[in-house]
């Protein structure tokens, strides 16, 4: 509503002007007058409110001044083209917020307000979203929304996620996985169990945390801002000072001293100035979001474009979190059915043995495993047509062949977690086990090093699995065994080498270190107060966005550069010229006004994709 006033304000201020120019001169200053009431009506508003409120001088005082002194000296359609240009520059400052609100817009709208709850007694319930609690069941049909987060109890469909992760394939998921409020159900019926309060859900974590971006201002806008009070009363002193300066020690007359006065009080202006860095990085904020990169304040895009180096969290942020198979090494002269392990591990409760079955999950030929036993510390066992299985740590085992045990003792050496598989009470092989590499994190890391930042790994973890990582990903820093204040003194010794750092973490333990670094980086899969110290939040945790966010802020940072230079640049040669009589008043609105609307137009374009 507010972009369709301003931009009806602007039109009409516009048309009268040209109204004004084609009408006779005698009564054309009447339209010219009225452009100025319509175009310039907001702009004093605001200006006078912000006057009494903040008892300081603004830019929009300075350009109604300046549009009034036009019109006293008989250049009223000079005066209104000023507001027009000015009341143009403010619409399209409008449009690119307008622009940021609209992601936060639309996610608002893929909040559902109600669900269908599952009541103890089976029966369906249609109630509010806000009255849902954690642990009640709720029922998503096929084509509806997910009203609230939550994990898949009862069935399997494909999930259209690109309204909290950017990725527009559908995602599969099953009993067991996690589902994001606001999310499409595109398959089947499913029934999840609510894990957080409605409040809580990453799509109003989310929308709160661009909201509170929009208004948290970088530091050069904040710079400019500070000081736009001083300058604008700065530049009604000098103005003051050149009409009294001409009159009396140049002996001018006074039409000529208020004539210089007042194209210096247009040209002195700093509105492109003032335009410069907050639309640019209101358009960032709106594009990193699209992206599934949340940032919390524009100061924090403006130091992410400086960090040196970059350091990572190992497990659940460079590494899925998740241990998997990494290979089998079986010998291959035993044959027997692979079902047989996959029987014996749904049996068992060890930390590892999910991890087997997902494995083997291919091996579905029927087979009847009997006596099934447990051995707490372990391992599990069973017997399948007379011989005995067994699957677990090498103290279960009793016959270990020389050739496995020496490829084994290899492995873990490297950090991979061991299963051992034995038939008969002889050793034939074994699992190696470990927490594997986001498909991601390489080419991140290879990127990093292309443009001069250093990639750093600190991890709770052993040597043996850290330097096995950082190997693998070409990470030559490696620091492992840190508790959490040692990850944080880590960081501390980091920024005296490099001046500017940054953490990405999704942990409890990654807290102290995300606080310490300069840019601190969230996985949203992290811990509330990962995400909540941390300054940045990859709403998917796709590392690739980590580079997608660094390349941002730089053009953020180039852009805003190109936009002080060339409005500082624009108001120093339009002094000089007004100094040497050669800047009449239309010429200087129009190179003023239009610097404005460049320096705007120039940061639109960080809502453009980079590739």
């Given at each position: ?7 009806w304000?602007?039109l ?6 040209l109204l004004?120019i084609?009408?006779p001169?005698?009564?054309s200053?009447m339209?010219?007058?009225?452009a100025i009431?319509?175009?310039?009506y ?9 006057s009494?409120q903040n008892?300081r001088?603004?830019i929009?005082?300075?350009?109604i001044?300046s ?32 622009r940021?609100?609209?992601?936060i817009?639309?996610?608002m ?16 319930e249609?109630?509010a979203?806000?009255?849902?609690q ?8 096929s ?6 987060d939550?994990?898949?109890?009862q ?12 990725e527009?394939?559908p995602?599969e998921?099953g009993v067991?996985d996690?589902v994001?409020?606001?999310t499409l ?6 029934r ?6 409605p409040?809580?859900?990453?799509l109003k ?5 661009v909201?509170?971006a929009?208004?948290?201002q970088s530091?050069?806008?904040s710079l ?6 001083k300058?604008?009363?700065g530049v ?6 050149v009409?009294?300066?001409e ?10 001293a ?7 009080l247009?040209?002195?202006s700093?509105c492109?100035?003032v335009?410069s ?5 209101l ?13 919390k ?5 403006e130091?992410?474009?400086e960090?040196?180096?970059l ?12 241990p ?7 010998e291959?002269?035993?044959?027997f ?12 409760t060890h930390?590892?043995a ?15 495993v009997?006596?099934?036993q447990e ?5 599990i ?13 090498e ?6 062949p ?6 084994a ?10 299963v051992?598989i034995?038939?008969?009470?002889v050793?034939?092989g ?10 991601e ?9 292309q443009?001069?930042?250093e990639?750093v ?8 699995v ?24 880590h960081?501390?010794e980091l920024?005296?080498?490099y ?8 942990g ?12 601190g ?10 995400i909540?110290?941390?300054d940045?939040v990859l709403t ?5 966005n ?9 053009r953020?940072?180039?852009i805003?550069?190109q ?10 040669c ?5 100094f040497?009589r050669?800047l ?5 609105v ?22």
């Amino acid at each position: 509503m507010n972009l369709l006033k301003a931009m009806w304000t602007t039109l009409t201020c516009g048309g009268l002007i040209l109204l004004g120019i084609v009408v006779p001169e005698e009564i054309s200053w009447m339209f010219f007058i009225g452009a100025i009431c319509i175009g310039g009506y907001h702009q004093t508003k605001e200006g006078l409110k912000d006057s009494f409120q903040n008892k300081r001088l603004n830019i929009e005082l300075l350009m109604i001044l300046s549009a009034f002194g036009a019109c006293a000296l008989g250049d009223f359609k000079e005066g209104a083209i000023l507001i027009f240009i000015f009341s143009l520059a403010g619409s399209l400052e409008d449009m690119t917020l307008d622009r940021s609100n609209r992601d936060i817009r639309s996610l608002m709208e893929k909040q559902p307000q109600s669900a269908t709850r599952i009541n103890r007694d089976g029966t369906l319930e249609v109630i509010a979203v806000e009255d849902i609690q954690i642990n009640d069941r709720i029922q998503v049909a096929s084509g509806e929304l997910v009203p609230v987060d939550g994990t898949i109890e009862q069935g399997q469909s494909d999930f259209e996620e690109s309204s909290i992760t950017g990725e527009s394939v559908p995602v599969e998921k099953g009993v067991g996985d996690g589902v994001f409020g606001g999310t499409l159900n595109m398959s089947n019926p499913m029934r999840l169990v609510v894990d957080k309060n409605p409040d809580d859900m990453v799509l109003k974590r989310i929308v709160k945390m661009v909201e509170a971006a929009q208004s948290h201002q970088s530091k050069a806008s904040s710079l400019i801002e500070k000081i736009e009070g001083k300058y604008a009363l700065g530049v009604i002193i000098a103005v003051v000072v050149v009409i009294l300066g001409e009159m009396y020690l140049l002996h001018k007359p006074f039409e000529s001293a208020f004539y210089t006065g007042i194209v210096l009080l247009v040209v002195a202006s700093p509105c492109a100035l003032v335009a410069s860095v907050t639309p640019a990085t209101l358009a960032a904020i709106s594009n990193g979001s699209r992206h599934g990169i949340l940032v919390k304040g524009g100061a924090y895009f403006e130091l992410l474009s400086e960090i040196k180096a970059l350091a990572f969290d190992k497990t659940g942020t460079i590494t899925e979190g998740k241990p998997k198979v990494v290979r089998m090494n079986l010998e291959k002269h035993h044959q027997f059915p692979l079902s047989i392990l996959r029987v014996l591990e749904e049996q068992s409760t060890h930390p590892l043995a999910h991890a087997i079955t997902e494995y083997l999950r291919q091996e579905n030929e029927t087979v009847n495993v009997s006596m099934i036993q447990e051995v707490k510390g372990y391992g599990i066992q069973g017997v399948y047509e007379g011989s005995v299985f067994k699957l677990g740590s090498e103290a279960y085992m009793h016959d270990i062949p020389v050739t496995i045990l020496a490829q084994a003792q290899q492995d873990s050496s490297e950090g991979y977690s061991l299963v051992y598989i034995s038939n008969d009470e002889v050793c034939i092989g074994y699992f190696a086990i470990a927490d594997t590499v986001r498909d991601e994190a390489q080419e991140l890391v290879a990127w990093l090093k292309q443009n001069h930042i250093e990639p750093v790994m600190i991890t709770g973890d052993n040597e043996h699995v850290a330097n096995r990582i950082g190997k693998q990903l070409g990470i030559d820093t490696v620091i492992a065994k840190s508790l959490p204040d040692q990850k944080a003194h880590h960081i501390q010794e980091l920024l005296t080498l490099y001046d500017t750092v940054g953490m990405i973490g999704d942990g409890i333990n990654d807290a102290p270190a995300l606080a310490s670094a300069s840019i601190g980086i969230a996985m949203s899969n992290g811990t509330d107060i990962a995400i909540e110290t941390s300054d940045i939040v990859l709403t998917t945790p796709n590392l690739s966005n980590v580079a997608y966010a660094i390349k941002l802020s730089k053009r953020l940072k180039k852009i805003s550069r190109q936009n002080i230079i060339f409005s500082l640049s624009v108001i120093a040669c339009l002094i000089i010229l007004n100094f040497t009589r050669s800047l009449p008043l239309p010429l200087g609105v129009v190179f003023h006004e239009g610097s404005t609307i460049l320096v705007i137009m120039n940061g639109l374009r960080m809502l453009r994709n980079i590739e």
